[in-house]
């Protein structure tokens, strides 16, 4: 996509990216750190200090990046994560369907309750922006395939049931924090 048709923030910012050791975090991370921004960007912590697809990040971009290794449950490192951040975008999350049978907590754990501490942290720093993203996992198994706005979606995998709680509160939480 052309620079030109982009939405860009008007002024550099200090932007926190959670699931930033992810595919799509690291990607979005390296645009940000391109059109001049700081970014404090969350990996999942690991024994190996892995930094997962971070490391592909360029040199020339790394004076501009804070890499932190972590976990989203942690609500103290959260808060400590935020302070001084314009921006969150949080894509952090746990991944893996065939897991999520085995370990259903886990997921309720990290995508529900380390959604709650991060923007609780959020809310706590007052901070000015805050973008919730989420895949279309949430919404579940279609009851029927006719697509309609009044569609129904039934949670079928503890990945769906551990996300659908989220969804309605992250709505009503960032609605709070970016209309206040």
Request: hydrophobic content about 40%; proline content about 4%.
């Amino acid at each position: 996509m052309a620079a030109s048709n982009r939405a860009s923030i008007t002024r550099t910012c200090r932007i926190l990216v959670t699931g930033a050791g992810g595919f799509i975090g690291s990607h979005v991370t390296e645009l940000l750190l391109q059109e001049g921004h700081r970014v404090r960007a969350l990996a999942r912590y690991n024994g190996r200090g892995d930094i997962g697809h971070l490391r592909h990040i360029p040199e020339n971009l790394s004076p501009s990046l804070e890499v932190r290794l972590g976990d989203i449950t942690d609500p103290f490192l959260m808060r400590d994560l935020v302070a001084d951040c314009d921006i969150v975008l949080h894509l952090a999350a746990l991944i893996g369907i065939p897991y999520s049978y085995i370990a259903p907590g886990s997921y309720l754990a990290t995508n529900a309750g380390g959604t709650l501490n991060l923007l609780e942290a959020c809310r706590e720093a007052k901070t000015a922006r805050v973008v919730v993203t989420s895949t279309s996992e949430v919404y579940g198994t279609a009851l029927y395939t006719r697509s309609t706005r009044s569609i129904r979606y039934r949670g079928s995998r503890p990945t769906r049931q551990a996300k659908l709680p989220p969804t309605s509160l992250r709505r009503l939480t960032i609605a709070a924090l970016i209309c206040r």
